[in-house]
């Protein structure tokens, strides 16, 4: 992973999200304006957030609105 929980938490902030494909469009959009989808993102981390949330949607895994149970859902995919 490129990433950490404190960049999880970076993407919570970001919005009021209800399921795991809002944050996903949410990185697509901002990749899609940028090579990062957030000044405190990089490119290679918004790339693997978005590879890796657009993963637990398409699993199905269930959402959760707490970045730090988002964090090990995403470290249970790796």
């Known amino acids: 992973m490129e ?3 404190s960049d999880i938490e970076v993407v919570y902030r970001r919005g009021d999200w ?3 494909s809002d944050i ?6 901002g990749l899609s304006r940028d090579q990062q989808a957030d000044n405190e993102l990089s ?3 918004s790339r693997q957030l978005l590879d890796d949330f657009r993963t637990l949607d398409q699993q199905g895994k269930g959402f959760t609105t707490d970045p730090a149970d988002a964090y090990r859902v995403l470290q249970s995919i790796h």
């Open 3 to 5: 990433y950490q929980q």
């Open 18 to 20: 209800h399921s795991w």
């Open 24 to 29: 996903v469009r949410w990185l697509e959009q």
């Open 43 to 45: 490119e290679a981390e």
